[in-house]
DNA sequence: CACTTGTTATAACGAGTGTCATAGTGTAGC
DNA sequence: GCTACACTATGACACTCGTTATAACAAGTG
C-alpha cells in the first residue's frame, strides 16, 4: 500500500502541489489495482493523505480529469524507464525491461498491472473520448521508442512497426494473464520468446505472409 | 447491442433456463465492454430482459455467481473456437483464430474486449477468489488446447509451453491496445509476428537464453 | 378444491457514488 | 492592521449499487 514517490515535479508555488501529485500518483496505482471505476475520489484522496475537499480545488473537472492525468503521468513515467533501458542496455535494452516489470509484479503480489490498460477496457455510454485519447497517447509514446531503437537495431521499417506493437501487446497480455494465474510463467514465457523476434535481423520470412 | 444466443443449453425442464442463459451470455458481453465493476445486476437483468427480481432466484450468490458463469461460459465457448480452428486448419490454425478475433473486434467498433481479462485486473479488497479462480481455469485451458497443437506441430515440450502463453498474451494485450487506439494496427502486427514464432519448429537459438 | 413448486413483482435497506455550495482557514502582500 | 487568494472542511443532493423480504402469480398434482 505504502507507495514511493521519487518524483520531483514542482509546478506552483505551494507545498500543496506535492499534494496534488501524490493525488495523481494514488490514482495511477490504485486505477492499476483496481481498474477505473474500482476507485472513487473520496478512496484516492484518502489514500493520498488529501483532504477531499480540496480535490475539486485542484481538479475542477472532477474524477475524469484525475484519470486523465494519472492516465498521463503513468504513461510518461514508463516510457522513461523504457527509454532508459535500452539506452543503457543495447541490444538486451528489452530483456532488461521486460525482467524489471517481472520483478515488480512479483513485488506487489500480482495485485497491481498496468493503469492504462485499466482505462482502456472499461467503456462508458456516455463520457470521455478524453480518456481514450490519453490512453492511445500513451500507447502511442512506448511504440516510437520502441519503434526507433529496434530501427538502430538493424531492422527495416515496416518489421520495427510490427514488431513493437508485438512487444507491447505481449507485455500487457502477460500482465494480466500473470494477475490472472497469480504466477510467472506468461512473463516467464515472453521473457524466453520475444528476445528471438528481435535478435532476428533479417525478416524475409515475414514479407510473404502479410496482406 | 443485439446479442445472437447460439448455445442449445437445457438444464431445467422450463423455458426460463433459456432467461437464465440469456442472463449470462449478457453478463458476458457487458463485462467484455464495461468492465467488472463497470455492470450492475438491473442493468444486465435489464438487457437480458430478464425480471430483476428473478436473478436472486437463478443465482442466489448474487452478482459474484452471475460474473463466474459468465467468465466459464465465455472461456468455454473461446476455448472451443479455438479448437475448431486448430483442427481444421493445421499449420494455419493459430492465424485463422487470430483472424477471427481481428474481425469481432472491428465488427463491435472495438466496444468489446474480452471478459475474461476485465475480471482479471479488478482486485477488491475482500471478496471473490472464485472469481481469480474462474479466470485462470480458462486460461489455462486455452494454454493447454494450444500447447498440444504445438507439440503436434513438431516443437519441443519447453518451447510449445513458452509458445501458447506469449500467444495468449499477445492476443490479450493487442486486444486491449486496439480498444485503446481505436484501430486494428495492434492486432495486424501480431498477425505478421506470432506465425513465425509457429513456424520456426527448430528452438536452438531459444534453449541459451534461458535462466 | 387445496397444495406445492418455480418464478416474478415490488418496495425497501444501508451504503457508496460524483458533484456542488458554502463557509472557514491560513498566509502573503500592502 | 487588512484585504486577497489559495486551500480546506463540512454537509448536502440526487443517484446507483447489491441485497433482502415479502407478497403475488402460474402451473401442475393430489
Sequence with gaps: MTLVITSGFTFMSKASSVGRQRVIETAAMMLATRGLRGISIREVAKAAQ????S????FPEGKSQIVIEAIEWAGERAASELKACL????ENGVR????????RLSKYSFQQGCPIV???IENSDDDEQNIKRAVSDAFNKWQDIL???LLEQGHNEHYAHSLSLTIISSIEGAVVL????????PFDAIIATIPTLIARKNSSDLRENNE
Design 147 to 149: 519503434c526507433d531503437y
Design 96 to 103: 532488461v525491461f521486460l525482467e524489471n516489470w517481472r520483478n
Design 50 to 53: 488529501a483532504p477531499l475537499g
Design 87 to 90: 539506452s543503457t542496455n543495447n
Design 118 to 120: 485499466a482505462a482502456a
Design 55 to 58: 480535490t475539486y480545488h485542484h
Design 178 to 185: 500473470c494477475r490472472g494465474y497469480q504466477n510467472l510463467q
